[in-house]
T-cell receptor, first 118, second 113 residues
Framework: DTGVSQDPRHKITKRGQNVTFRCDPISEHNRLYWYRQTLGQGPEFLTYFQNEAQLEKSRLLSDRFSAERPKGSFSTLEIQRTEQGDSAMYLC????????????????FGEGSRLTVL | AQSVTQLGSHVSVSEGALVLLRCNYSSSVPPYLFWYVQYPNQGLQLLLKYTSAATLVKGINGFEAEFKKSETSFHLTKPSAHMSDAAEYFCAVSEPGRRALTFGSGTRLQVQP
């Protein structure tokens, strides 16, 4: 399967702990997105990378959140000092493209990483 | 900022009946609009998209949507529902100057036998 892969699929942690999620995009995709989805809501944008450059960040991405995409391949999303409000599904998506915004292309989503903060 | 509103968080239809899922957008400029579907335990998949070409857009699995500027709507339809259409459907809009897609809150479609 050459789709978007996310790891781990499920993470249960205690409040105050740090967690890290990994996303492996489709290999030829230069664009990578992180979204967060809570129960009963649609995905909310967190951040966007084009190759290794982080070009957009949502105000939802507090300073406890950090995302990286070294070498423009896989990406990690780290949450420090987790809070119960961080409990959600964290979605990664990737796409191709060389043009400017707005986004007109198809995003390919992974199955998500579900975080539960106790 | 652009936004989308999906009327009805749950829609239930009988197998073979018309499917109509509603999406209205707010935008000061012509938007790009998308419908994504999420089956249980799977990632979101693109159903169809409108990018200022034909106003009637055909997608996968027999779905289509019509862009109506006067009504600021992009409703999703399918003439005859199938059991396999049971899923959650999300309308999304692409914001000018940004790569982010803004998603609606979703509509869960149930198909009754």
């Amino acid at each position: 399967d050459t789709g978007v892969s996310q790891d781990p699929r499920h993470k249960i942690t205690k409040r105050g702990q740090n967690v890290t999620f990994r996303c492996d995009p489709i290999s030829e995709h230069n664009r990578l997105y992180w979204y967060r989805q809570t129960l009963g809501q649609g995905p909310e944008f967190l951040t966007y990378f084009q190759n290794e450059a982080q070009l957009e960040k949502s105000r939802l991405l507090s300073d406890r959140f950090s995302a990286e995409r070294p070498k423009g391949s896989f990406s990690t999303l780290e949450i420090q000092r987790t809070e119960q409000g961080d409990s959600a599904m964290y979605l990664c998506a990737s796409s191709t493209g060389t043009g400017g915004p707005p986004n007109t292309g198809e995003l390919f989503f992974g199955e998500g990483s579900r975080l539960t903060v106790l | 900022a652009q936004s989308v509103t999906q009327l009805g968080s749950h829609v239930s239809v009988s197998e073979g009946a018309l499917v109509l899922l509603r999406c209205n957008y707010s935008s000061s400029v012509p938007p790009y609009l998308f419908w994504y579907v999420q089956y249980p335990n799977q990632g979101l998949q693109l159903l169809l998209k409108y990018t200022s070409a034909a106003t009637l857009v055909k997608g996968i699995n027999g779905f289509e949507a019509e862009f109506k500027k006067s009504e600021t709507s992009f409703h999703l339809t399918k003439p005859s529902a199938h059991m396999s259409d049971a899923a959650e459907y999300f309308c999304a809009v692409s914001e000018p100057g940004r790569r982010a897609l803004t998603f609606g809150s979703g509509t869960r479609l149930q198909v009754q036998p």
